[in-house]
């Protein structure tokens, strides 16, 4: 019996040791690629780790009371080791939700001060039901984000892609995935539109790997077009840039064919899919882009390359040289034409940056400082700062920082595209 009671006590122990392990990467930044999935995630998820390392710490506190013969030893040494553990784990696992009422307090007068303290009531009313009520909902973060998209008769409805071809000047074709609002008598016959641009430094992605964002804003009534690009080190810049532009082309072309409503689009993109909407939105070539959101994207590409987060997990200098063919000393025209902070200037579409102060992969200064630059130029720019998420954290769709993002997102698309603003 003595035994049985050991192992659990070690059990419990490794249990409290392994949320622990787990508590660690919401301050501890990924030093490998590899590890990366720890540092985005454990923060998202960090609310079930602090439920887990209560019920670990309870269960102890029972079994401490229990009076078991000839195992005072053992247990107090066990003991200590769970309460220390668990005590760690415990303070590690909060420091998301305590700092979650503060980064909206500081978010909502950003959105104030960037689109005019009444923007909420410009939001067309029906949309106003659509959106969220509140940034974090704990029920969410459990059962997932709920999806507004019914058929008029009240059902269900699943908004599925349709899978396009775009043939490239230079005969290469790019998938494209189009997803369509729910036909209701109240929707207009033309919607406005989003272009969504993945990230994946620029090596990797494809169209569907923005598939939840884009089924989640169709159902509001978005037309949403994900688009693709061809892939460094096999092709360079501007490749990139000309195949958005090339998609954007297509989406002109056919906006009719697909309800488009050709004066509302924005363009939506992660990382280097943010890079690639900033540039095409401010470099003004094609469809008028009425607003743009930048998930975390590298704003100037020089800078970043000489100076690097630390650690570095995707080691940021061999991604530039693959993505521009070398060094900013080899190439300073490209790296220029290449980062967005160059193309700013008076009269640019409205711009919401949301960026993890986190973030080891695109570091979060240079958001500030593309804040700074544009706010500076006249432009309307908020800032969505959110402390502890790391790069890439709306991979947890359902987490709190992805949380705080769509409700500023959806809010700031709906003020954006607008009729008659």
Known sequence: MVVLWQLIDWAIAACAAIALFLSLWIVVPAPTFFLLPLGVGAPEVSPFLLL??????????VLRGAKVKNRERSRSFVWLLILGFSATGLVLSSLPLLQLPATVRRAEPQMQKALGVNYSSQIPAQVQPLLRSRPFVLGDLIWGLP?????????????EPQRQTVLTPDGATLALDIYQPPRSPTQPDLHPAIITIYGGAWQRGEPAATARFSIYMAAQGYTVVAIDYRHAPEYRFPT????????????????????????RIALVGWSAGAHLAMLAAYQAVGLPIRAVVNYYGPVNLSAGYYDPPVPDPIDTRAVLDAFLGGSPAQFPELYQQASPI???????????????QRDHVVKPSYGQQLYEQLHA?????????????????DAV????????????????????????P
């Open 342 to 356: 160059f193309s700013v200037r008076p009269g640019l579409p409205p711009t919401l940056l949301i960026y993890g």
């Open 377 to 393: 130029s006249g432009n309307q720019v908020a800032l969505i700062a959110i402390p502890w998420a790391e790069h890439a954290f």
């Open 240 to 263: 990139q840039l000309e195949d958005v532009q090339t998609a954007l082309e297509w989406v002109g072309d056919r906006a009719l064919n697909y309800d488009i409503d050709l004066s």
């Open 397 to 420: 769709f359902r987490g709190p920082s992805n949380q705080i993002a769509l409700y500023y997102t959806e809010r700031f698309l709906a003020w954006a595209l607008r009729p008659n």
């Open 52 to 61: 887990g390392q209560g019920i670990v710490l309870a269960l102890a506190l």
């Open 147 to 159: 999806e507004p998209a019914m058929a008029p008769e009240g059902r269900s409805l699943t908004i």
